[in-house]
């Protein structure tokens, strides 16, 4: 776990101090976005704010899709936008459907799928012809899962698509609960507040 991890994730007493430790850390994290040439602590900074899944952050997170020179980096933010959903996240994501990237193309894919709206989900059959083939076929699965939603869920994060939506995780086809395992509260990532 980062730097930036550790401070996001620090326990307080109030809520008035949590929000306080919060607002502080997106200044620390945003700050090192920003002057940062050290892409690990960018890295760290993003999977900082993007653990929060607070609307609040998507500006900063939109800005660093959009601006920073590393891959990885872009494609996380496309993930964590994936995950907090809105307007603004879904105007981000749309805007880099076109990366040269295909990792970060990916990552829009399925955070736009994730959000799973009318313009959100164009996109996704637009990918059906990407020149990339790991972006296709993936555009490609989602495609398929949009032909045989679940009735029922169980889960609180199981889409009617099938797919694990935890907040600030990685967004993968659910292979507990679709699979006939069990409970959801058994599954590995489940976790009741």
């Known amino acids: 776990m980062?730097?930036?991890?550790k401070l996001f994730r620090k326990e307080e007493d109030?809520?008035?101090?949590?929000?306080?430790?919060?607002?502080?850390?997106?200044?620390?994290?945003?700050?090192?976005?920003?002057?940062?040439t050290d892409p690990?602590?960018?890295?760290?900074?993003?999977?900082?704010?993007?653990?929060?899944n607070s609307s609040r952050i998507v500006p900063t997170l939109a800005k660093t899709l959009k601006e920073d020179e590393t891959e990885r980096?872009?494609?996380?933010c496309a993930g964590y936008l994936g995950?907090?959903?809105?307007?603004?996240?879904?105007?981000?994501?749309?805007?880099?459907?076109?990366?040269?990237?295909?990792?970060?193309?990916?990552?829009?894919?399925e955070g736009l799928f994730r959000m799973g709206s009318e313009r959100g989900l164009e996109a996704v059959r637009t990918a059906l012809d990407d020149s990339d083939p790991v972006v296709k076929a993936k555009a490609n699965l989602f495609m398929t899962k949009i032909q045989s939603p679940i009735e029922?869920?169980?889960?609180?994060?199981?889409?009617?698509?099938?797919?694990?939506?935890m907040p600030g995780c990685e967004f993968n086809e659910c292979d507990w609960e679709t699979e006939n395992r069990?409970?959801?509260?058994?599954?590995?990532?489940?976790k009741e507040d």
């Open 152 to 165: 029922e869920t169980n889960c609180p994060y199981l889409t009617k698509f099938g797919m694990c939506d």
């Open 14 to 36: 109030s809520e008035f101090s949590r929000g306080s430790a919060t607002a502080v850390n997106q200044v620390a994290a945003e700050t090192v976005l920003l002057m940062s």
């Open 83 to 109: 995950s907090i959903k809105g307007d603004q996240a879904e105007a981000a994501l749309l805007e880099i459907t076109g990366d040269p990237s295909p990792y970060v193309r990916r990552r829009a894919i």
């Open 40 to 52: 690990r602590a960018r890295l760290d900074a993003v999977n900082a704010l993007g653990l929060t």
């Open 2 to 5: 980062g730097f930036f991890e």
């Open 73 to 76: 980096i872009r494609g996380m």
């Open 182 to 190: 069990g409970r959801h509260k058994k599954c590995p990532r489940f």
